[in-house]
Antibody, heavy 123, light 108 residues
């Protein structure tokens, strides 16, 4: 059974860079059937897709975050990572990693998801 | 960008009631729609993809329908364990993936 687990600091300061890692267990991150994605949920708001990465390093980013987002993959550790720069309080959210299922050669729905990690941006 | 609008934003219903949640896309998305359930303090769980295909293990009281711009998620007989927030998600656009704002379901 595939499982994903987010890790990283729970607190960040404005203008700094957030770094999160997602560790995948129970399956290989190097499968051609999946991308791997990050999604967040700010307090009291809905879900927002941040970006997705293929094991080869190919990425899609949300255009509204594109200038601040960077994702990478480490197949040897079965992990993928997110960096979000120039943090503001609006980046406070629960951050989830998820498997982005590929169908007809492009990513579609997300399944399964990690438990999520709360990141608070505050000075 | 394609916008996804859910209604209502919240609802309260009795155990055994039939519950319907609507998701409307700002432009046609064929049947490229998924539904998720998020219980308090838990990760979202995929319920339905391709607008009407039930994910393995999801109870049959959940059903999805629609195509183009208008979609519905139906719970045929609401159970206490169905208390959650439900989200739709569009995957028609090859470059971005967007969610509705969520519908919170409570027991009356």
């Amino acid at each position: 059974q595939l499982q994903l687990q987010e890790s990283g600091p729970g607190l960040g300061k404005p203008s700094e860079t957030l770094s999160l890692t997602c560790t995948v267990s129970g399956g290989s991150i190097s499968s051609s059937s999946y991308y791997w994605g990050w999604i967040r949920r700010p307090p009291g708001k809905g879900l927002e897709w941040i970006g997705s990465i293929f094991y080869s390093g190919s990425t899609y980013y949300n255009p509204s975050l594109d200038s601040r987002v960077s994702m990478s993959v480490d197949t040897s550790k079965n992990q993928f990572s997110l960096k979000l720069s120039s943090l503001t309080v609006a980046d406070t959210a629960v951050y989830y990693c998820a498997r982005h299922v590929r169908y007809h050669n492009h990513p579609n729905w997300f399944d399964p998801w990690g438990q999520g990690t709360l990141v608070t941006v505050s000075s | 960008d394609i916008q996804m609008t859910q209604s209502p934003s919240s609802l309260s219903a009795s155990v055994g009631d039939r519950v319907t949640i609507t998701c409307r896309a700002s432009q046609g998305i064929n049947n490229y729609l998924a539904w998720y359930q998020q219980k308090p303090g838990k990760a979202p769980k995929l319920l339905i993809y391709a607008a009407s295909t039930l994910q393995s293990g999801v109870p049959s009281r959940f059903g999805g329908s629609g195509s183009g711009t208008d979609f519905t998620l139906t719970i045929s007989s609401l159970q206490p364990e169905d208390v959650a927030t439900y989200y739709c998600q569009n995957y028609n656009n090859a470059l971005t993936w967007t969610f509705g704002q969520g519908t919170k379901v409570e027991i009356k």
